[in-house]
């Protein structure tokens, strides 16, 4: 006769309403996919993992904790260890408010606008998302109060580019630009109170897309820059010392001469042009009349 020893019975039942999700070779296969977690313990009820790129193009839960993304207070003591102007505003935006938004709404190559920039948080949050995931994203920050602008926004993004207290470089760059006055009319026409260097800033930027080279920002010279191999010329109020009506502002032979000289293709803006069109291409020169031929943005 066969004897059996008696253990104690456990009866294994899953409560009202719950059941298995997966049969157990399914069950296995996850678990030995890594996609089983157990808790920090390893004893905790079993759940699933579901990575990031397996979420992508769902809809982002609409009730973001403090825990995730942060606080009112939080912000302010960013702002406050940074450039002790904690209490400045209201309701300033934590970094990772911004950073979970960006994570969300971003590629890595976005340009992301804040027209109401204020203490700077979008900024911080660009340069901060870059440096987590490796991104390109760039930014536009616009802030009409000057004060704030110099002693807050910038400070702030200059401190985070480069490091403060224990906190590490994020990286980066920016450029600070200021408002001038309007270019042109209500009719299109050149503001009778537009200076060279003013004129000469716009036509560079809205032909090549980069601002003014440094090395002739200030000089008064009709050559106001070249980018890519093609030289930009302007003649506008009289630059080469003739400001009569029909004078240094028309291209012509003897104002030609006078230009610094480039050897490459050249754009030059003028009032009018005597030369030919067979001089002009021989030259290299492509003419833009003012105003009529200089991009309003």
């Not at 340069?127 to 995931?133: G, R």
């Not at 800033?201 to 090395?215: A, I, M, Q, S």
């Amino acid at each position: 006769m066969t004897t059996f020893e008696i253990f104690d019975i456990f009866i294994i039942a899953n409560p009202p309403g719950v059941c298995w999700k997966n049969v157990e070779p399914v069950f296995l296969k996850l678990v030995q996919e890594g996609r089983i977690w157990f808790g920090k313990d390893g004893k905790s009820m079993p759940r699933r993992k579901t990575y990031l790129f397996e979420s992508e193009g769902n809809s982002a839960w609409t009730w973001w904790t403090n825990e995730e993304v942060g606080h009112t207070q939080e912000a302010k003591k960013e702002i406050g260890s940074l450039l002790d102007e904690g209490n400045i505003f209201d309701t300033p935006k934590p970094v990772r408010l911004i950073k979970r938004i960006l994570e969300l709404a971003s590629t890595k190559d976005s340009l992301i606008l804040d027209s109401f920039a204020g203490s700077g948080t979008t900024g911080h949050a660009v340069l901060a998302q870059n440096k987590a995931d490796g991104g390109n994203r760039r930014f536009i920050l616009v802030e009409m109060e000057e004060k704030i602008c110099q002693s807050i926004t910038s400070q702030r993004l200059k401190k985070v580019i480069e490091g403060y207290n224990d906190n590490p470089a994020l990286g980066g760059g920016f450029r600070y630009c200021v408002l001038s006055e309007p270019v042109f009319d209500e009719h299109g026409q050149i503001c009778k109170e537009v200076k060279f260097m003013d004129l000469a800033r716009h036509v560079f930027f809205t032909e090549t897309g980069e601002p003014l080279p440094r090395d002739v920002n200030g000089k008064k010279s009709p050559l106001i820059g070249v980018c890519k191999g093609t030289a930009y010329y302007l003649l506008f109020n009289g630059i080469l010392g003739d400001k009569r009506p029909d004078g240094g502002n028309v291209l012509t032979n003897k104002i030609l001469a006078e230009l610094p000289p480039h050897d490459g293709p050249k754009v030059i803006f003028g009032e009018g042009s005597r030369l030919g069109a067979d001089r002009l291409k021989r030259d290299g020169i492509i003419f833009k009349q003012i105003p009529y031929e200089i991009k309003v943005n």
